[in-house]
Protein backbone atom coordinates (compact mmCIF):
# COMPACT_ATOMS: atom_id res chain seq x y z
CA UNK A 1 0.00 0.00 0.00
CA UNK A 2 1.39 2.94 -1.26
CA UNK A 3 1.64 6.41 0.55
CA UNK A 4 -0.95 8.34 -0.51
CA UNK A 5 -0.76 11.97 -1.67
CA UNK A 6 -2.80 14.45 0.00
CA UNK A 7 -5.16 16.79 -1.89
CA UNK A 8 -3.46 19.97 -0.72
CA UNK A 9 -6.12 21.46 1.08
CA UNK A 10 -6.85 18.11 3.14
CA UNK A 11 -3.03 18.67 4.13
CA UNK A 12 -3.87 22.42 5.51
CA UNK A 13 -6.44 21.15 7.55
CA UNK A 14 -4.73 18.94 8.91
CA UNK A 15 -1.72 21.11 9.55
CA UNK A 16 -4.35 24.32 11.25
CA UNK A 17 -6.15 21.19 13.30
CA UNK A 18 -2.84 19.98 14.40
CA UNK A 19 -2.21 23.81 15.48
CA UNK A 20 -5.52 24.16 16.58
CA UNK A 21 -5.06 23.08 20.14
CA UNK A 22 -4.38 20.36 22.60
CA UNK A 23 -4.99 16.86 20.97
CA UNK A 24 -8.51 15.06 21.15
CA UNK A 25 -7.25 12.87 23.82
CA UNK A 26 -6.60 15.24 26.16
CA UNK A 27 -10.55 16.71 26.42
CA UNK A 28 -13.00 15.37 28.52
CA UNK A 29 -15.76 14.00 26.38
CA UNK A 30 -17.70 17.24 26.88
CA UNK A 31 -14.86 19.76 25.42
CA UNK A 32 -14.49 16.88 21.97
CA UNK A 33 -18.32 17.90 21.56
CA UNK A 34 -18.05 21.77 21.90
CA UNK A 35 -14.35 21.69 19.82
CA UNK A 36 -16.26 19.41 17.24
CA UNK A 37 -19.08 21.55 16.85
CA UNK A 38 -17.37 24.78 16.20
CA UNK A 39 -14.79 22.84 14.02
CA UNK A 40 -18.06 21.64 11.95
CA UNK A 41 -19.12 25.24 11.52
CA UNK A 42 -15.88 26.61 10.48
CA UNK A 43 -15.21 23.54 7.88
CA UNK A 44 -18.52 23.32 6.43
CA UNK A 45 -19.17 26.99 5.73
CA UNK A 46 -22.60 28.25 3.57
CA UNK A 47 -25.12 25.58 4.15
CA UNK A 48 -27.18 24.59 1.40
CA UNK A 49 -31.06 26.43 1.27
CA UNK A 50 -33.74 23.62 1.81
CA UNK A 51 -37.87 24.89 1.68
CA UNK A 52 -38.28 23.89 5.42
CA UNK A 53 -36.34 22.20 8.58
CA UNK A 54 -38.38 21.19 11.66
CA UNK A 55 -37.22 19.61 14.76
CA UNK A 56 -39.72 16.56 15.64
CA UNK A 57 -40.21 14.23 17.99
CA UNK A 58 -40.29 10.49 16.74
CA UNK A 59 -41.72 8.38 19.94
CA UNK A 60 -39.25 9.73 21.92
CA UNK A 61 -36.07 10.54 19.99
CA UNK A 62 -35.56 14.03 18.68
CA UNK A 63 -35.17 14.44 15.12
CA UNK A 64 -34.80 17.31 12.17
CA UNK A 65 -36.74 16.75 9.15
CA UNK A 66 -35.23 19.08 6.34
CA UNK A 67 -38.00 19.17 3.22
CA UNK A 68 -35.85 19.94 0.07
CA UNK A 69 -39.18 21.60 -1.54
CA UNK A 70 -42.74 22.22 -1.72
CA UNK A 71 -44.84 19.65 -2.51
CA UNK A 72 -47.99 17.70 -2.29
CA UNK A 73 -46.70 14.78 -4.05
CA UNK A 74 -44.71 11.85 -1.64
CA UNK A 75 -41.26 11.90 -2.02
CA UNK A 76 -38.14 10.09 -1.83
CA UNK A 77 -36.66 10.26 1.85
CA UNK A 78 -33.28 9.63 3.84
CA UNK A 79 -32.96 8.75 7.63
CA UNK A 80 -29.67 10.21 8.60
CA UNK A 81 -27.61 9.04 11.48
CA UNK A 82 -24.61 11.49 11.98
CA UNK A 83 -20.60 10.25 12.92
CA UNK A 84 -19.02 11.35 15.91
CA UNK A 85 -17.74 8.05 17.18
CA UNK A 86 -20.65 7.31 19.50
CA UNK A 87 -19.51 9.95 21.22
CA UNK A 88 -19.76 13.72 19.98
CA UNK A 89 -21.51 14.89 16.96
CA UNK A 90 -25.40 16.08 16.64
CA UNK A 91 -28.29 17.08 14.19
CA UNK A 92 -26.35 20.47 14.58
CA UNK A 93 -22.41 19.54 13.80
CA UNK A 94 -24.52 17.47 10.30
CA UNK A 95 -26.14 20.32 9.17
CA UNK A 96 -24.54 21.37 5.90
CA UNK A 97 -24.09 17.78 5.29
CA UNK A 98 -27.78 17.10 6.16
CA UNK A 99 -28.96 19.99 4.17
CA UNK A 100 -26.93 19.19 1.19
CA UNK A 101 -28.54 15.69 0.98
CA UNK A 102 -31.96 17.00 0.67
CA UNK A 103 -31.48 19.71 -1.47
CA UNK A 104 -28.92 17.99 -4.25
CA UNK A 105 -30.41 14.91 -3.73
CA UNK A 106 -34.01 16.19 -3.90
CA UNK A 107 -35.20 14.16 -0.73
CA UNK A 108 -36.47 14.31 2.81
CA UNK A 109 -33.73 13.84 5.37
CA UNK A 110 -34.68 12.99 8.46
CA UNK A 111 -31.48 13.26 11.03
CA UNK A 112 -31.45 11.55 14.06
CA UNK A 113 -30.11 13.11 17.16
CA UNK A 114 -29.85 10.12 18.93
CA UNK A 115 -27.72 9.53 22.50
CA UNK A 116 -24.31 9.76 23.25
CA UNK A 117 -21.59 7.53 25.17
CA UNK A 118 -20.38 7.47 27.76
CA UNK A 119 -23.37 8.72 29.44
CA UNK A 120 -25.51 6.25 27.56
CA UNK A 121 -23.61 3.08 26.41
CA UNK A 122 -24.26 0.71 23.83
CA UNK A 123 -27.17 -0.28 22.86
CA UNK A 124 -28.88 2.96 23.13
CA UNK A 125 -28.02 5.07 19.86
CA UNK A 126 -29.00 2.00 18.20
CA UNK A 127 -31.99 1.34 20.23
CA UNK A 128 -32.76 5.46 19.24
CA UNK A 129 -31.79 4.98 15.56
CA UNK A 130 -34.06 2.08 15.29
CA UNK A 131 -37.23 3.60 17.08
CA UNK A 132 -36.80 6.98 14.79
CA UNK A 133 -36.59 4.95 11.60
CA UNK A 134 -39.69 2.73 12.34
CA UNK A 135 -41.53 6.06 13.55
CA UNK A 136 -40.63 7.45 10.00
CA UNK A 137 -42.30 4.43 8.56
CA UNK A 138 -45.25 4.69 10.44
CA UNK A 139 -45.58 8.19 9.74
CA UNK A 140 -44.63 8.28 5.96
CA UNK A 141 -47.93 9.31 5.07
CA UNK A 142 -48.41 12.60 7.24
CA UNK A 143 -44.03 13.27 6.80
CA UNK A 144 -44.99 13.62 2.72
CA UNK A 145 -42.61 10.50 2.24
CA UNK A 146 -43.09 7.45 -0.35
CA UNK A 147 -42.87 4.64 2.02
CA UNK A 148 -41.68 2.21 -1.18
CA UNK A 149 -38.44 5.24 -1.31
CA UNK A 150 -37.28 5.23 2.28
CA UNK A 151 -33.61 5.11 2.48
CA UNK A 152 -30.89 5.12 5.47
CA UNK A 153 -28.19 6.79 5.75
CA UNK A 154 -24.38 7.52 7.89
CA UNK A 155 -21.09 8.69 8.71
CA UNK A 156 -18.43 6.85 10.14
CA UNK A 157 -20.13 5.89 13.14
CA UNK A 158 -23.76 6.52 11.81
CA UNK A 159 -23.10 4.47 8.92
CA UNK A 160 -22.51 1.63 11.58
CA UNK A 161 -25.74 2.49 12.56
CA UNK A 162 -27.60 2.56 9.42
CA UNK A 163 -26.01 -0.99 7.67
CA UNK A 164 -27.74 -2.11 11.25
CA UNK A 165 -30.78 -0.28 11.27
CA UNK A 166 -31.23 -1.58 7.52
CA UNK A 167 -30.53 -5.59 8.73
CA UNK A 168 -32.65 -5.07 11.17
CA UNK A 169 -35.48 -3.37 8.70
CA UNK A 170 -34.78 -6.83 6.34
CA UNK A 171 -35.31 -9.24 9.19
CA UNK A 172 -38.30 -7.88 10.43
CA UNK A 173 -39.86 -7.94 7.07
CA UNK A 174 -39.52 -3.72 6.82
CA UNK A 175 -37.45 -3.39 3.77
CA UNK A 176 -35.33 -0.39 3.02
CA UNK A 177 -34.35 1.19 -0.60
CA UNK A 178 -31.07 1.72 -0.11
CA UNK A 179 -28.25 2.23 2.28
CA UNK A 180 -25.61 4.85 2.30
CA UNK A 181 -22.65 4.54 4.35
CA UNK A 182 -20.19 7.16 4.51
CA UNK A 183 -16.59 5.91 5.42
CA UNK A 184 -18.34 4.02 8.26
CA UNK A 185 -16.62 1.51 10.80
CA UNK A 186 -17.91 -1.88 10.35
CA UNK A 187 -16.15 -3.89 13.10
CA UNK A 188 -14.61 -3.39 16.16
CA UNK A 189 -11.81 -5.30 15.55
CA UNK A 190 -9.23 -2.63 14.37
CA UNK A 191 -6.96 -5.23 12.53
CA UNK A 192 -7.22 -3.79 8.96
CA UNK A 193 -3.88 -2.85 7.06
CA UNK A 194 -5.27 0.45 7.02
CA UNK A 195 -5.35 0.78 10.50
CA UNK A 196 -1.58 0.64 10.45
CA UNK A 197 -0.91 2.63 7.42
CA UNK A 198 -2.58 5.87 8.09
CA UNK A 199 -2.36 5.17 12.33
CA UNK A 200 -1.20 8.85 13.10
CA UNK A 201 -0.89 12.14 10.53
CA UNK A 202 -3.97 11.44 9.12
CA UNK A 203 -7.17 13.30 11.07
CA UNK A 204 -8.80 10.61 12.67
CA UNK A 205 -5.95 7.91 14.84
CA UNK A 206 -6.10 4.41 15.85
CA UNK A 207 -5.82 5.14 19.45
CA UNK A 208 -8.11 8.13 19.05
CA UNK A 209 -11.04 5.26 17.54
CA UNK A 210 -10.14 2.78 19.73
CA UNK A 211 -11.29 5.42 22.86
CA UNK A 212 -14.80 5.68 21.37
CA UNK A 213 -14.87 2.39 21.19
CA UNK A 214 -14.51 2.04 24.32
CA UNK A 215 -16.68 4.60 25.48
CA UNK A 216 -19.65 2.98 23.77
CA UNK A 217 -19.06 -0.96 24.48
CA UNK A 218 -16.48 -0.40 27.42
CA UNK A 219 -14.37 -3.80 27.35
CA UNK A 220 -16.98 -6.10 25.64
CA UNK A 221 -15.72 -7.67 22.99
CA UNK A 222 -18.50 -7.33 20.14
CA UNK A 223 -16.54 -8.02 17.21
CA UNK A 224 -18.81 -10.94 16.83
CA UNK A 225 -22.06 -9.37 17.66
CA UNK A 226 -23.43 -7.63 14.23
CA UNK A 227 -25.58 -5.40 16.33
CA UNK A 228 -22.18 -3.47 17.30
CA UNK A 229 -20.05 -5.23 14.32
CA UNK A 230 -21.77 -5.90 11.22
CA UNK A 231 -19.05 -7.23 9.50
CA UNK A 232 -19.83 -9.99 11.99
CA UNK A 233 -22.91 -10.77 10.04
CA UNK A 234 -22.75 -13.84 7.92
CA UNK A 235 -25.75 -13.31 5.62
CA UNK A 236 -26.12 -10.03 3.49
CA UNK A 237 -28.48 -11.36 1.07
CA UNK A 238 -31.64 -9.13 0.91
CA UNK A 239 -29.66 -5.84 2.57
CA UNK A 240 -30.92 -2.63 0.54
CA UNK A 241 -29.03 -1.46 -2.36
CA UNK A 242 -25.75 -0.30 -1.51
CA UNK A 243 -23.36 2.86 -1.77
CA UNK A 244 -20.56 2.90 0.13
CA UNK A 245 -18.03 5.79 0.09
CA UNK A 246 -14.46 5.51 1.51
CA UNK A 247 -11.66 8.02 1.94
CA UNK A 248 -8.29 6.72 0.61
CA UNK A 249 -6.16 7.89 3.68
CA UNK A 250 -8.46 7.06 7.04
CA UNK A 251 -7.88 3.84 8.83
CA UNK A 252 -11.38 2.84 8.18
CA UNK A 253 -10.60 2.35 4.67
CA UNK A 254 -10.11 -1.26 4.45
CA UNK A 255 -12.98 -2.24 6.73
CA UNK A 256 -15.48 -0.52 4.80
CA UNK A 257 -14.26 -1.64 1.11
CA UNK A 258 -14.41 -5.07 2.66
CA UNK A 259 -18.43 -4.78 3.85
CA UNK A 260 -18.74 -3.20 -0.27
CA UNK A 261 -17.01 -6.40 -1.68
CA UNK A 262 -19.17 -8.79 0.98
CA UNK A 263 -22.42 -7.08 0.07
CA UNK A 264 -21.68 -7.19 -4.12
CA UNK A 265 -21.18 -10.72 -3.96
CA UNK A 266 -23.58 -11.51 -1.92
CA UNK A 267 -25.84 -10.91 -4.83
CA UNK A 268 -26.72 -6.92 -3.49
CA UNK A 269 -27.10 -4.02 -5.78
CA UNK A 270 -23.64 -2.08 -4.80
CA UNK A 271 -21.84 1.23 -5.76
CA UNK A 272 -18.26 0.95 -4.26
CA UNK A 273 -16.45 4.71 -4.46
CA UNK A 274 -13.20 5.35 -2.75
CA UNK A 275 -11.92 9.26 -2.74
CA UNK A 276 -8.15 9.77 -3.33
CA UNK A 277 -6.20 11.58 -1.06
CA UNK A 278 -9.24 12.52 0.96
CA UNK A 279 -8.93 11.56 5.06
CA UNK A 280 -11.96 10.78 7.23
CA UNK A 281 -15.10 13.05 7.64
CA UNK A 282 -13.70 15.05 4.41
CA UNK A 283 -17.58 15.91 3.81
CA UNK A 284 -17.54 18.28 6.73
CA UNK A 285 -14.84 20.24 5.10
CA UNK A 286 -17.18 21.47 2.12
CA UNK A 287 -16.24 25.10 2.92
CA UNK A 288 -12.56 24.56 2.67
CA UNK A 289 -12.20 21.70 0.63
CA UNK A 290 -13.43 21.87 -2.70
CA UNK A 291 -13.14 18.17 -3.92
CA UNK A 292 -15.58 17.80 -0.68
CA UNK A 293 -17.98 19.71 -1.88
CA UNK A 294 -18.35 18.35 -5.56
CA UNK A 295 -18.36 14.69 -3.45
CA UNK A 296 -21.40 15.78 -2.14
CA UNK A 297 -23.24 16.61 -5.50
CA UNK A 298 -21.29 13.30 -6.51
CA UNK A 299 -22.91 11.02 -4.01
CA UNK A 300 -26.45 12.58 -4.39
CA UNK A 301 -26.69 12.04 -7.90
CA UNK A 302 -25.81 8.28 -7.05
CA UNK A 303 -28.40 8.19 -3.85
CA UNK A 304 -31.71 9.46 -6.15
CA UNK A 305 -31.76 6.56 -8.40
CA UNK A 306 -31.27 3.78 -5.61
CA UNK A 307 -34.20 5.13 -3.79
CA UNK A 308 -36.20 5.58 -6.86
CA UNK A 309 -36.11 2.24 -7.87
CA UNK A 310 -37.82 1.62 -4.38
CA UNK A 311 -37.50 -1.55 -2.47
CA UNK A 312 -39.69 -3.74 -4.24
CA UNK A 313 -37.96 -3.67 -7.19
CA UNK A 314 -35.74 -6.41 -7.87
CA UNK A 315 -31.97 -5.20 -7.33
CA UNK A 316 -30.09 -8.97 -7.20
CA UNK A 317 -27.23 -8.80 -9.75
CA UNK A 318 -26.06 -12.25 -11.39
CA UNK A 319 -22.91 -13.78 -10.28
CA UNK A 320 -20.75 -16.26 -11.69
CA UNK A 321 -20.89 -18.75 -8.65
CA UNK A 322 -17.50 -20.31 -9.75
CA UNK A 323 -16.22 -16.46 -8.61
CA UNK A 324 -18.08 -16.83 -5.71
CA UNK A 325 -16.66 -20.32 -4.39
CA UNK A 326 -13.03 -18.74 -5.77
CA UNK A 327 -13.69 -15.79 -3.59
CA UNK A 328 -13.03 -13.64 -7.09
CA UNK A 329 -14.64 -10.25 -6.37
CA UNK A 330 -16.27 -9.37 -10.44
CA UNK A 331 -15.33 -6.27 -11.54
CA UNK A 332 -16.70 -3.30 -10.75
CA UNK A 333 -17.37 -0.63 -13.89
CA UNK A 334 -14.36 1.95 -13.80
CA UNK A 335 -15.26 5.12 -13.35
CA UNK A 336 -14.82 8.10 -15.54
CA UNK A 337 -11.52 10.15 -15.51
CA UNK A 338 -13.07 12.91 -13.68
CA UNK A 339 -15.12 11.04 -10.90
CA UNK A 340 -13.58 8.82 -7.50
CA UNK A 341 -12.28 5.81 -8.34
CA UNK A 342 -15.01 3.04 -8.14
CA UNK A 343 -14.18 -0.09 -6.39
Avoid at 60 to 71: F, I
Avoid at 283 to 296: F, I, P, T, Y
Avoid at 297 to 313: G, M, V
Amino acid sequence: MAVPVLDPQIAEVIRKEAEAGPPPEELSPEERRANYEKICKEQFGPVDEVHSVEDMDADGVPVRVYRPTATADPQRALVYFHGGGFVIGSVDTHDGITRAFARRADCIVVSVDYRLAPEHHYPAALDDCWTATKWVIANAEKLGIDPDRIGVGGDSVGGNLATIVARKGRDAGTPFAAQLLVYPTTTCKQDAPSYSMYAFGYGLTRDQMAWYWRQYIGDFDGSTDPDISPAALQDLRRMPRSIVITAEADILRDEAESYAQRTFLAGVDTEGYCYDGMIHGFLRMAGVVDRSNQALSEIAESLKPFLDKTWRDDYSITLDPKEIMAGISPQMPEAPADEPEKS
